[in-house]
């Protein structure tokens, strides 16, 4: 309006000023009612424009006066907003702070106000109920809410997390299948349904929801094709528990798949090698592992490739470990197995020269073992001693303490792999569930003689914590400080890298 009456004076005073500067200011006559009026025509035009103005001055008074009731109601209204929206801000406040007297107080006052915003009353009721720890109030709140068609998937979620802190599995589940059953970007329904299978030992269907995750976009092809990866090797480790020729034969197929889609998962290469070389096909166990140590080189790679061949002799095996390490020459694990090589092919000086690349290593019970045996090897007891007291207290290696102490290779529990599944998918990462349970594996140590009595130690075979062609450590004798007896004892039974558990009789 200020514009307009702005707008209309600028235009009268300008042709006014026009008029003017003309010169002939004109004439101007007007007759109404008998009534006579002669004036100028700048007059006339001034005349017009004051009466314009005064004439929109009042049609707006008018409006104005009668648009009066609705501008209160709306005044009325915004009022009421700004309250409801403000008791709403305190009380999910309250929540957050844990208040739940004052979340319900304000949880009441907001369903009085509740008229813009009645979901975020109802929610505010809901996680009211469990701020104050009422979950017969709070399941009343998140049930009523799934009347509603856009509060049904957070009434969902918040119904199956009261199930699940009740312990109410079953209904928890349910709650969740329907939740992702309502959104496909449902993250947290399809966690907990994952869990659950996971939980059950179900690999088959945790795969198969991992795949929808992936077509959902929930998880990222990497996530989806790691976690694949580790069902498929639990599954191959269930299958090959029953026995049954077929379900060996399934294994193998699983482990040989999960192998392909992660060749640097160590738990499902191992597998596929002892399950394929049970079939008679070493050589493609041993391209298996060569594929893995390329990608991530883990101990239970090395021996399981020692084990493919058990007719052979030690210079033999020692090229053949060798070779395997030249495929990743910088890796530490690579370097340890030089020396293992060095070792079982009878060459001590070059272990020794080999084992001093490891001194700045940070000391673990294996190294020290491996440094002692070297040391030995080579001639030198009291060396090997100092070295194997050093190892005592050093910490042992997570990757190490995946072989049990009957040298078998992630001989883990259905809950163990669960862990590991979830682990590896996320982060790419093995988890030691075994080095976690601080359970007992292989020795890391050599057992060394204890005498210092001056001996030739040349004609003396050195202690080996491997014996060749058994793929596992003996057990630690007791230490006989006579000199008379025997420095080395007489090497264990031997058992194959991972062999599974004998079938009941």
Known sequence: MIRSALFLLLAAFTAAVLLSLAGESGRASILWLGWRADMTATALLVLVVLIS?????????????????????????????????????????????????????????????????????????????????????????????????????AARRGLTTLALSRGERTAALQHAEAAFALARTARWAWRVLLEARLEDGDWEAARDLLKTGQDRRIVSPDVAERGRAALLAASAAQLDLTGDAR???????????????????????????????????????????????????????????????????????????AALAALNPGARESRILTVEAALTGGDAARAVELARGLEAEPLTARIAGLMARAAFAAGRPDEARVWRGRGISAPGEADWS??????????????????????FAETGELIHPRHERREPGLSDLPDLPMSYAEQDFTAL???????????????????????????????????RLARPPRDAK
């Open 53 to 153: 103005l005064l004439a929109f001055a009042a049609w707006r008074l008018v409006l104005w006066v009668a648009d009066a009731p609705r501008r209160a109601a709306a005044a009325r209204a915004e009022s009421r907003r700004r309250q409801e929206l403000e008791v709403l801000t305190r009380g999910f406040v309250a929540v957050a702070a844990g208040d739940g007297a004052e979340a319900r107080r304000l949880a009441a006052k907001a369903a009085e106000l509740s008229s813009e915003a009645p979901a975020l009353g109802r929610l505010l009721a809901a996680r009211a109920a469990e701020a104050a720890e009422d979950p017969v109030a709070a399941e009343a709140a998140w049930t009523a809410m799934l009347a509603f068609p856009d509060l049904r998937l």
């Open 247 to 321: 379900a060996r034969s399934r294994a193998a197929d699983y482990a040989l798949e999960a192998a392909r889609l992660q060749p640097g998962f160590a738990p499902g290469v191992v597998m596929a090698a002892r399950l394929l070389s049970a079939q008679g096909k070493a050589g493609r166990a041993a391209q298996v592992i060569e594929a893995a140590w390329k990608a991530a080189p883990h101990p239970a790679l090395w021996l399981a490739l020692r084990d493919l061949k058990t007719q052979e002799t030690p210079r033999e095996r020692a090229g053949r470990l």
């Open 402 to 423: 995946d072989l049990d102490p009957e040298g078998r290779a992630f001989s883990y529990q259905p809950a163990d792999w669960a862990r590991l599944a979830v682990s």
């Open 461 to 495: 075979e050195a202690p080996i914590p491997f014996p060749i062609g058994e793929g596992l450590q003996g057990e630690e004798e007791d230490e006989d400080p006579d000199p008379a007896l025997p420095p080395v004892a007489p090497p264990p039974a031997r058992r």
